[in-house]
C-alpha cells in the first residue's frame, strides 16, 4: 500500500480511539428502514470515495492526475443515491464521488473506481468526458456531468423537472420516465450566487401555480465555500418558509438520518410533484482543492474539530454500534479499497491522452440524429409582408411540423411577444407548448436547456440582446459546453431567438438597441444567424429548427427589431423591404452567402441592417458609375471564409460595413480572413459602429454606419470623390 498521507494517518488514528462521535439522532436501523447489509455498502461507497480522494492528491504529486477538488466530508450523499431510482436525472454537486459511486451499485456492469481515476487522469478512456475535464457523469447512471460555473446547473435541473410534466401532456417520451424526479446538488457558498436564487425562485413560482415540478435540491452544506464561512442558520432561514418549497434538513455525518429524510424527499417529489429543498449538513475535509492551506484562514482548534466529525468515522460507530463490524474489519476494509484504488490506478496513468487540437475539438459538435419533422400540409400566405408577419407564420408552421417543438419566453404567449412575432400562437398549440415565464433571462435559457436535455426541441426567447448579457453563462458555460464535456453523449439542442441590433425608431436607448454580439461569437461550438429581409429570416430559422432537431445544435438567431415591421426600401411606400413567404421548404444552410449584384468595382459585406443601408447607398454608388455586388454573410460564426473570397476577389475594392462595435467586432475576422488569403490591405476597408453604447431620441444612430457612411467610404477606397 502507498505510503500514508497525514489525513489517512489521522482517520486511522481515530477510528482506534474510543472517542467517536456522537449523533443527534440515535436511530435504529428498523426505524430507518434499512438493513446491515445496506448499511455495509453505504459505508463501502463511502471508503471508496475517500480512497479515490486521497490517491487524487498522490497523483497530482506525482504529476499524474489533474485534480484534486474531492468529496471528503460530503460523503454522506451516498445514502440520497440510494433514496432515488436509478433512473432520476441526477445534477451534481462536483464533491458528490460518493453519490455516484452508490448509484453505481443499481446498475449491473458498472467500475466506479476505474471510470474516477481515468478522470484524474485525464485519460482519453474517460468514459464520461474523454479526458476533457474531470467531471462527475455517466450516461449509463443518468448523470449528466456539470461544469465547475457557479451554481449553472440549477436552472436547467428546474427545466429538466419541468420536461416530465410536459412530456406527459404530449403523450410520454423523453429521455427520461415520466414519473422521474430531478436530483440537483450543490454547496452552502454557491445557494447564495444569483443563479442558484433565480433557480429556486423559478422553481417556487412554477409550483405556486400549480406546475409538476418533481425536483429536489440537496444544499450540501459544509459552512464554508473556500475560505468564506457561512452564517450559521442563514440556509435554513432562507428557505424554511420558501414559497412553493418543502424543507428538509437532514444530517449528513449520519447515514442512517440522511437515508430517511431523503426518503421523504424523494416521496413529497414523486408523489405530489412538487419541489423539496434538502438541506444536509456535512463538513468539508482536506480543504477546498489540493493547492488549498485552509490552515492560512482556519484556526487548528477547528480543523481539529471537523477532523474530529468525519462521517467516515460516524458510520462506523454506526457499524460498531449496531455490531455489525469490529474496528478491526472496519480498518481491514479501508485498506482492501485503499490497495485496489492504488492498483487500478498504476494501469489506468499509462493510458493515452488526448494529444492533438482535432481530438480535444471532437465532440464540440454534438453528433447527428434522425430528424422528426412532419410534412406541412397547409399553404402558405402569398402576399408579400415585412419581417416579423413572415417569422410568425414560420413558427406556426414549424410548430405543427415539430409536435416536440415548445417555445417559452416572456411575454410571448398572451400578448405575442413585444413586437406581436408571436401572436396568437399559445391560442393554438396551447399553453404548455406556448409557455410565458417569469422575468428572467437565466431561468428561460435554463429551461430550455432543461427541456432540451430530456429530449424537446424548444425555441426560446430573449426580448432584447441587452437582457441576453445577465444570462450568458447559460450559453457560455452550459448549453454549448454539453456536448464537449460528455464526449457527445449529452446534448442540448436548441434555437434562442433574440431581439436586437440598432436603428429603431421611436423607441429605445441603449437596452433595446444593443449592437454587443462579441460574446456570442466567441463560444465553440454556438451558431449565430442574422437575417437582413424577412424571406432570409424564415431561411434561417427552418435551418436553425433542423440544426437543432437533427444535429443536436445550440442557434441564435439574431433579429433586427428595426426590420420587422419596415416595409420600404428606397422611399416610403414602395414596399420593397418585404417579402414573400418562400415556403416550409426553405433554408439556408450555415455559411451560405447572399449576393445582390455582379459588379467588379466594389463588393460590399454585410449582414443585418448593413444590407438594408447598404442597398440603399448602392443607389447612389451606382450613379457615380460604380458597379457593385453585395455580399449577406446570414451566418455570423462558422463563416465560409474560402467561398467570401471567392465572392470578391475579382472586385477592385472591398468594403465590410459592420453595424456592430469597431472592437471585438465581426469586420476584423472578415478583414483577418481575406489578408490572410492574400487580398492586398489597399483593397479593403471597413466601416463600424464607435465604441459606444447607444443614445437615446435622435442621436441614436450617430454612432451607427449610414447611407452617407457607406457612400463616403467606398468612394474614397476606390479613389473617388463624390458628388
Not at 98 to 121: E, H, K, W
Request: with cysteine.
Amino acid at each position: 500500500m502507498a505510503e500514508p498521507l497525514p489525513q489517512e494517518r489521522r482517520f486511522l488514528a481515530a477510528l482506534n480511539d474510543d472517542s467517536w462521535p456522537e449523533l443527534e439522532h440515535q436511530r435504529s436501523l428498523e426505524s430507518a428502514g434499512l438493513d446491515p447489509e445496506a448499511l455495509v455498502e453505504l459505508f463501502e461507497s463511502q471508503l471508496t470515495s475517500r480512497q479515490l480522494d486521497l490517491h487524487a492528491r498522490r497523483l497530482q504529486a506525482r504529476g499524474e492526475g489533474f485534480y484534486t477538488i474531492g468529496s471528503a466530508g460530503h460523503e454522506g450523499n451516498a445514502a440520497i443515491a440510494r433514496a432515488f431510482r436509478p433512473t432520476d436525472p441526477a445534477f451534481l454537486h462536483y464533491r458528490d464521488a460518493a453519490f455516484m459511486i452508490q448509484r453505481s451499485r443499481a446498475v449491473p456492469g458498472q467500475t466506479p473506481i476505474r471510470d474516477l481515476l481515468l478522470s484524474f487522469a485525464a485519460s482519453a478512456e474517460d468514459p464520461i468526458s474523454g479526458g476533457r475535464h474531470k467531471v462527475l457523469g455517466s450516461r449509463t447512471l443518468n448523470i449528466p456531468p456539470q461544469t465547475s460555473t457557479i451554481a449553472s446547473h440549477l436552472p436547467k435541473a428546474v427545466g429538466t423537472a419541468h420536461s416530465l410534466g410536459l412530456w406527459r401532456r404530449l403523450g410520454g417520451g423523453g429521455e427520461w420516465p415520466s414519473d422521474s424526479v430531478v436530483l440537483c446538488s450543490f454547496g452552502d457558498a454557491s445557494f447564495n450566487h444569483s443563479t442558484a436564487q433565480g433557480a429556486l425562485n423559478a422553481a417556487g413560482w412554477a409550483a405556486w401555480q400549480g406546475a409538476p415540478m418533481p425536483l429536489v435540491m440537496v444544499c450540501e452544506d459544509n459552512g464554508i465555500g473556500i475560505s468564506m464561512p457561512t452564517p450559521a442558520g442563514w440556509i435554513a432561514a432562507s428557505m424554511r418558509a420558501r414559497p412553493g418549497f418543502h424543507y428538509l434538513a437532514c444530517d449528513g455525518l449520519d447515514l442512517l438520518d440522511t437515508w430517511q429524510v431523503a426518503r421523504e424527499a424523494a416521496h413529497i417529489a414523486r408523489t405530489h410533484r412538487q419541489p423539496v429543498f434538502l438541506h444536509m449538513h456535512c463538513v468539508r475535509l482536506f480543504g477546498h482543492a489540493g493547492s488549498d492551506a485552509q490552515q492560512a484562514y482556519l484556526p487548528a482548534a477547528r480543523i481539529e474539530a471537523d477532523e474530529a466529525r468525519d462521517p467516515l468515522l460516524v458510520s462506523a460507530g454506526l457499524l460498531r454500534r449496531h455490531g455489525i463490524l469490529s474496528v478491526e474489519e472496519i480498518a481491514e476494509r479501508y485498506r482492501a479499497i485503499g490497495e485496489r484504488v492504488a492498483r487500478e490506478a498504476e494501469a489506468v496513468i499509462r493510458l493515452p491522452k488526448l494529444e492533438s487540437a482535432e481530438q480535444v475539438m471532437a465532440s464540440i459538435v454534438p453528433p447527428s440524429r434522425p430528424g422528426r419533422q412532419r410534412a406541412w400540409q397547409g399553404e402558405s400566405d402569398p402576399s408579400p409582408a415585412p419581417m416579423a408577419k413572415l417569422i410568425s407564420q414560420a413558427l406556426q408552421r414549424l410548430m405543427t411540423c415539430y409536435p416536440h417543438l415548445v417555445m417559452a419566453g416572456e411575454d410571448i404567449g398572451r400578448k405575442g411577444g413585444v413586437y406581436g412575432v408571436t401572436q396568437r400562437l399559445q391560442a393554438q398549440f396551447g399553453p404548455h407548448r406556448v409557455i410565458d415565464t417569469l422575468l428572467d433571462e437565466q431561468s428561460i435559457l435554463g429551461l430550455g436547456i432543461g427541456l432540451a436535455q430530456s429530449g424537446l426541441v424548444p425555441i426560446l426567447e430573449i426580448q432584447f440582446l441587452a437582457y441576453l448579457h445577465n444570462a450568458e453563462d447559460q450559453l457560455r458555460g452550459e448549453a454549448a459546453t454539453l456536448s464537449f464535456f460528455s464526449d457527445g453523449q449529452y446534448t442540448n439542442p436548441m434555437v434562442v431567438r433574440i431581439a436586437g441590433l440598432g436603428y429603431q425608431k421611436g423607441f429605445g436607448g441603449h437596452f433595446h438597441n444593443d449592437n454587443a454580439i462579441a460574446v456570442l461569437r466567441d463560444i465553440p461550438g454556438l451558431l449565430v444567424a442574422c437575417p437582413s429581409n424577412g424571406a432570409e429570416a424564415v431561411g434561417l430559422l427552418q435551418e436553425a429548427v433542423r440544426l437543432a432537431d437533427e444535429e443536436q445544435r445550440v442557434v441564435v438567431l439574431l433579429e433586427p427589431i428595426a426590420r420587422y415591421h419596415a416595409r420600404d426600401l428606397l422611399e416610403e411606400g414602395d414596399d420593397r423591404g418585404c417579402c414573400v413567404d418562400p415556403g416550409p421548404n426553405y433554408r439556408l444552410p450555415v455559411g451560405e452567402l447572399g449576393q445582390w449584384g455582379e459588379g467588379r468595382d466594389l463588393a460590399i459585406v454585410s449582414y443585418g441592417n448593413g444590407v438594408h443601408l447598404s442597398r440603399q447607398a448602392a443607389v447612389r454608388l451606382e450613379e457615380e458609375g460604380i458597379a457593385l455586388r453585395l455580399i449577406d454573410l446570414r451566418w455570423l460564426t462558422a463563416i465560409d471564409h474560402d467561398a467570401l473570397h471567392r465572392r470578391v476577389t475579382d472586385c477592385s475594392g472591398i468594403l465590410v460595413v459592420d453595424e456592430c462595435r469597431r472592437s471585438g467586432s465581426l469586420s476584423e475576422e472578415l478583414i483577418t480572413g481575406l489578408v490572410e488569403r492574400g487580398v492586398a490591405g489597399e483593397r479593403l476597408a471597413r466601416l463600424t459602429a464607435e465604441d459606444s453604447f447607444i443614445a437615446l431620441g435622435p442621436a441614436a444612430t450617430v454612432t451607427l454606419p449610414s447611407v452617407a457612411g457607406i457612400v463616403e467610404r467606398a468612394l474614397a477606397l476606390l479613389g473617388r470623390s463624390g458628388a
